[in-house]
Nanobody, 125 residues
Framework: VQLQASGGGLVQAGDSLRLSCVASGRTFRSYTVGWFRQAPGKEREFVAAFKFNGDATTIAESVKGRFTISRDNAKTTAYLQMSSLRPEDTAVYYC???????????????????WGQGTQVTVSS
């Protein structure tokens, strides 16, 4: 599956933004979709993930209560809804997908075989 992430931009602290991750080649039906981010000078970190055909959602503590992950009924798009954005949320955001992720490795980058190109989110103070 090929992934295309979009929706990034420049916003002010406290604003909201919704990122999209569109699948092409096949649907997300049997996949786990994850969002990761990489800030300048830092390692890529896990943000959120969910199994497209299930209800299990995993959210990083740093964004819990502010970010939510959702999907469309056509099973081709995953969303990352970000609210109450902070300057420390500034990063390139990546979506990733895998059909082999299990609960114990859902936060691990190496568990995901398919990656989108990333979309920049910049939050000004």
């Amino acid at each position: 599956v090929q992934l295309q992430a979009s929706g990034g931009g420049l916003v002010q602290a406290g604003d909201s933004l919704r990122l999209s991750c569109v699948a092409s080649g096949r649907t997300f039906r049997s996949y786990t979709v994850g969002w990761f981010r990489q800030a300048p000078g830092k390692e890529r970190e896990f943000v959120a993930a969910f199994k497209f055909n299930g209800d299990a959602t995993t959210i990083a503590e740093s964004v819990k209560g502010r970010f939510t992950i959702s999907r469309d009924n056509a099973k081709t798009t995953a969303y990352l809804q970000m609210s109450s954005l902070r300057p420390e949320d500034t990063a390139v955001y990546y979506c990733a997908a895998s059909s082999t992720v299990i609960r114990s490795n859902v936060r691990s980058q190496t568990a995901y075989a398919n990656w989108g190109q990333g979309t920049q989110v910049t939050v000004s103070s």
